[in-house]
């Protein structure tokens, strides 16, 4: 089953080192564009508005949770 032999590392040849750091390098262009435009949206939402959205957030899948132990039990 081989689960847990240690995978052995591939060399890549220069081309392909090339094209793996393009590839990369555009994943992260995108990662710090929608970082940058969630930032300028949530930029106005107070410490206290984080807050309350926390709790709510965690009240709505703590139900949610308890409904689907609930319905497990029963």
């Given at each position: 089953?081989?689960?847990?032999?240690?995978?052995?590392?591939?060399?890549?040849?220069?081309?392909?080192?090339?094209?793996?750091?393009?590839?990369?390098?555009?994943?992260?262009?995108?990662?710090?564009?929608?970082?940058?435009?969630?930032?300028?949206?949530?930029?106005?939402?107070?410490?206290?508005?984080?807050?309350?959205?926390?709790?709510c957030f965690c009240a709505?899948?703590?139900?949610?949770?308890?409904?689907?132990?609930?319905?497990?039990?029963?």
């Open positions: 089953m081989n689960l847990f032999k240690k995978k052995k590392d591939k060399v890549l040849s220069p081309g392909q080192q090339r094209k793996a750091e393009n590839i990369a390098g555009h994943i992260l262009k995108a990662q710090r564009k929608t970082a940058d435009y969630l930032n300028t949206k949530t930029a106005q939402i107070s410490g206290k508005g984080w807050l309350i959205l926390l709790i709505a899948f703590g139900s949610y949770c308890l409904l689907l132990l609930v319905q497990g039990f029963s």
